[in-house]
């Protein structure tokens, strides 16, 4: 007997030690998994933030991570053979002789007790059995923990359907977000990469756009995504009218000047009808007076000169141009004409220009009230949250109410999606009881919310024909708005979006007021 | 080493044997004042009258085969009664001084109730037990070897005993504290010593095995994991140690000596042996941890007052005092 043997049976021990650690961590490590899991599920679910595949996952990934490291970790901890025949000194009462013999042969080899020690250790030692006096073993507590945590996960993954509609929800809407995002990122890279604008255009044309795209980034709501891009269209869809007056008449003149069959301006005014206004121009430049015949000349100056007319209000530079140019022909100054020509085909270069920006803005502009549409369309379906709160909801468009379908809901719980669009008008007096809206505050009344006048719009009632609210012709009366409930809605909605943004209206109005715009959405 | 662990163990049978042929039961105050002589120490037994105290050391002396010696102690008691003294010799006309050795000059001297002694008295013992020598007349005398002081003093007559100082308690290895006997062994006693015969210890080892046996107890190998543990029990009895339990906080006036840990561990070596075990475990320390820190521990006035009793501070401080793995 030596002191190999006797390392030779610590190292069986430890071995077996080792087993019983990893056994016994491993069971915490799924417990504490397991409760991770439930943590960071339910904290996710409460955001709405995890979605049911994900939960799962979660679930299986953490016990089974947590489970294998704390199995692992405990397997491998380092364990030094006087730290375990200490352990095994207590576990198996052998009254210290593992560590003293181990202490006495590695540091007292001279002792005359050290042989006698050894071998006196030895022999208690083989009298242990190993696999079954150091058996796997795990702790109350933590089957107690890993089955409650079980329960726990298995209640909310079988009972918390609702939870997940409404992370499901929030998760696809956040994902229309993300692809607005993109359009807009696309629409800002076209512009940028477009030819045709000058860079300040190009400038002005993207700025709008890339703070939407920043607000959007930081929006994770419905209201605020659709009140930016809803914003957003409208700025460009501002930008692109600015000169469309001035291009409407041109477009107009030119398709005057296209349908005289074989004069001069004939091609030019087909190309100013077709709104190529940068071929227009051009053709303007390339005139050559010199080749022409006096009848020519004379034919073009009158011409010009009714194209100038046509153009003196929208655009009085080029038709003071044009002027100049018809005169200067008549006077036989046909180098002066020829520069006045060249000056008006500049300004129609202009213009050609800016209806490029028009057009960009404009196209900019309905892919963002598109896309406003598209989410609107999405979040549509309430959140299953808050379709389960009450099902009075659920019928304000089945009950007389102008709603469009407020309460659609994909929840299972929700019994019933919300009727279609009634084409009833909006009872406002209707009560909570009867499964309708129920009464609403007077400041909710559709005003011109933030607007510079006071006059407040009447909401157009449907006639008895059932037309569908908003779309009816309004008749002006002294007094009363004569804009068209269709054109101001998205302004008032923005308003809306934005007085929820910032907290301006009381949070029990929220789900009204919500549903009041959706009811009331052309 | 002549002597093996089998043999020492064999020893300590014997006289633990032959001991209780004199003695009935008492096994553990027999085994406590065995393991201090065999660790080269002494021993005070405390006991009320008639337990058989002065009987067991008799019976010691009788069993060790040594030069036994008894000293009753009383209040007239001079130093020069235990120590020895000069006396005029006259041999052949030639007159001169000359040492008588007093009953101190012994292998194993009894001290019968050794507090009814003057601390004058008790304090000549000191020089004895601590270097094992005598000094009379400027001149050191040594005693032989072994040499040992069994005393035994009565708890309950205080009146006309001096206390034993500090400094005297702390030279006994063993305090020994002498209960009374169960029924059985009772009626074993009445019946042992009210017969025609009265019964006696036979030689069971000599003093040079003794000499041997107290060798071989010192080679006994301490585990590093135990000596931190016997330290941090010390250290422990110290009221104002961060460990102390809050008995001894409130109770304790000073702690042990680390004479106080030489005799914890020395014991434990001893009784280790005598288990028939060749280390020193956990639980030798515990065993005789009572015997060899109980008269070492200094009650405060509350202690004295509220009747603790040393024992109680030990025990709770084996219970409360851990080292780690």
Known sequence: MNIESLYRILHIWIFRWRLQRAALYAARGLAVGLGLALLAGGAGLYFQKIIKSEFLGLALISSLAATLLFGWVAALWRIRPLQAARHFDREFHLRERMSSALEVSEQQANNPLAEILLRDAIRSAAKIQPARQIPLRFKKIDLALTLLFSILIGALWFRGENLFAAAQHQRNLEMSIDEQRAKVEEIIRAMEENPALTDAQKQALTEPLKQAQERLRQTNTLEGAVSTLATTGEKMQALSEKNAQAMQALKEAGGSLAGQEGSPLQALGQDLSDGNFARAAADLANMDLSQMTPQELAQLANQLEALAKDLAETNPQMAQALQDAAQQMRAGNLSEAQQALQDAAQKMAASAQQAAGMQAAQQAGQALSAGAQNLLAMGGGQNPQEANQGTGNQGLGNQGGAGGGSGRGDAPDSNAAGGEASLAPIEQNNGAGDGGESAYEQIYTPQLLNADTQDSMGLPTSGEDGAVIGERPTTAKDGESLVPYTEVYSQYDSFNHQAIDNGDAPPQFLDLIRNYFDSIQP | ?325
């Open chain 2, 1 to 325: 080493m002549t002597l093996s662990p089998e043999s020492f163990l064999e020893r300590a049978t014997k006289i633990e044997e032959e001991v209780g042929r004199v003695i009935v039961g008492q096994k553990e105050v027999v085994r406590h004042t065995l393991i201090a002589i065999l660790a080269g120490g002494h021993a005070l037994l405390e006991g009320v009258p008639g337990l058989g105290k002065t009987m067991l050391i008799r019976a010691l002396g009788q069993t060790l085969n040594l030069k036994f010696s008894r000293v009753q102690f009383t209040p007239d008691l001079m130093p020069a009664d235990i120590l020895g003294t000069e006396i005029l010799s006259d041999e052949d006309g030639k007159r001169e001084f000359r040492f008588r050795e007093g009953p101190l000059f012994a292998n194993l001297v009894l001290a019968d109730e050794i507090n009814r002694a003057t601390p004058k008295t008790q304090s000549a013992l000191l020089e004895a037990m601590q270097e094992g020598s005598v000094t009379v007349a400027r001149k050191t005398y040594a005693l032989a070897q072994p040499f040992f002081v069994l005393a035994t003093q009565n708890p309950l007559e205080m009146e006309g005993t001096y206390p034993l100082p500090e400094a005297q308690l702390d030279r006994f290895f063993f305090k020994v504290n002498v209960n009374l006997p169960n029924a059985s062994e009772m009626a074993e006693i009445l019946d042992r010593t009210t017969g025609k015969e009265s019964p006696s210890a036979n030689h069971a080892v000599s003093g040079a095995e003794i000499l041997e046996m107290r060798e071989l107890a010192r080679l006994v190998p301490v585990p590093s994991q135990v000596k931190e543990y016997i330290a941090a029990l010390i250290l422990a009895t110290h009221p104002q140690n961060e460990n102390a339990s809050p008995l001894t906080k409130k109770y304790v006036r000073y702690g042990v000596s680390p004479r106080g840990g030489q005799a914890l561990m020395l014991g434990a070596k001893v009784r280790a042996l005598m288990s028939g075990r060749y280390n020193v475990a956990f639980e030798d320390v515990h065993a005789v941890a009572q015997a060899a820190l109980r008269h070492r521990l200094l009650l405060n006035f509350d202690g004295l007052a509220e009747g603790v009793k040393a024992d109680d501070v030990i025990e709770e401080l084996i219970n409360e005092v851990k080292v780690e793995n």
